[in-house]
């Protein structure tokens, strides 16, 4: 019995401690510097989730080179986000406001909040079309006409990921 008890203890010292509210983790990705403080399994499935869309952001635009890695920040908690955009922007984020594309002083950032949000789908549309707000902006600088780039920020956030397939612009299921 006390074996089984050791056995118990050395297991639960391998395995990620949870984060601390406000506390960051940060994962490399193949396009992406993601920092948040959503459970591992969570950031893992986002992480995951962001570079398939960057695969598609690139087969839509041959030749688009970015050339460092994206920066995204999720945060679970609004108080949070709303900090960090402060602390970066100068301004607050608004509660309706769950997702964000910014850039200062060079460095491009796509931010975003789960609390409010109903899952993970809302906040996958969320970063979609502020991601690709982004990697235009990291590829092209500002030669995208703005209505364009809205334009397809929009089909971007309505895609749909099958077995094997990405579908952009993919009519939402109700």
Known sequence: MIRLGVLIILLG???????????????????YTFVTDLPADKARIVADRMDLICDTYRQYFPGAVTTKPLAMYVFTRHADYSSFMK????APMQEWNPAVFFEKDNWMVTAACMEGLNG??????????????????????????IWTNEGLAQIFEHTLIGRDRVIPGAAPIS
């Open 120 to 145: 993970l789908t809302p906040l996958f549309s969320s970063l979609q079309h502020e991601g690709l707000h982004q990697f235009v902006q990291a590829a092209y600088g500002n030669s995208m006409p």
């Open 87 to 90: 602390k970066t922007t100068g």
């Open 13 to 31: 010292c391998l395995l990620p401690l949870p984060l601390r509210a406000g506390e960051l983790a940060t994962y490399t990705t193949r396009y």
